[in-house]
């Protein structure tokens, strides 16, 4: 598969991970090079509910900003797109299979002595995840959820925002003719 086979239009191209994993960056870096839109369906949450989502995740709990990332998931209704989700929406399973259904889902990894590097405040970050809860306990709770969604994994260690692109790339185009985005 060629760069070509990448070209706008098809399928999302969807990034699954853990918080400071790059996401967003590396979303919005791939999107420009294949000419595609992009979403940070973090950014759609606090537009369409004028506040940030640690707010939410304050005021309303763990368990309502879950059923309003589902409901937000759930209502993307958008093609040929690369999508960053935030790294909690593996917890819906009705989400990930509608994101399954119209896109590839790369999952970037890295591991969690990386991530505790990069992911310094949790409560400013808006992570959502249970009262105490540490980030190596988030870690493996959600590695799971990960691998169960994925089509593909990137790994994102020792790998700059471009690097981390074209392994993206890579990874879809070797999944061969039913992944054509």
């Known amino acids: 598969m060629s760069n ?19 996401k967003s960056t590396a979303g919005v870096l791939l999107a420009k090079e294949l000419s595609r839109g ?9 537009s369409h509910e004028g506040r940030r989502l640690r707010d939410i ?3 309303e709990g763990v368990i309502a900003f879950r059923a309003i990332e589902e409901r937000y998931l759930l209502g993307l209704e958008c093609h040929g797109v690369v999508i960053a989700t935030g790294g909690s929406a593996v917890y819906s399973e009705p989400a990930m299979r509608h ?5 590839i889902v790369v999952h970037l990894s890295l591991p969690i002595e990386q991530i505790e590097q990069r992911v310094h405040d949790l409560e400013a970050r808006g992570i959502v995840r249970a009262e105490g809860q540490t ?19 990137v790994d994102c260690a020792g790998q700059n925002h471009e690097a981390v692109v ?9 999944l061969g003719p039913a992944s054509t985005l």
């Open 99 to 103: 994101l399954r259904d119209h896109g």
């Open 38 to 46: 992009f979403l940070d369906t973090d950014v759609v949450i606090q």
């Open 166 to 174: 074209q392994a993206i790339i890579a990874a879809v185009s070797g």
């Open 4 to 22: 070509a086979d990448l070209a706008p239009g098809g399928k999302n191209l969807v990034l699954i991970g853990m918080p400071g994993v790059g």
């Open 135 to 153: 980030l190596l306990e988030l870690y493996e709770e959600r590695q799971p959820l990960y691998c169960r969604y994925r089509h593909c994994e």
């Open 57 to 59: 995740i304050e005021r």
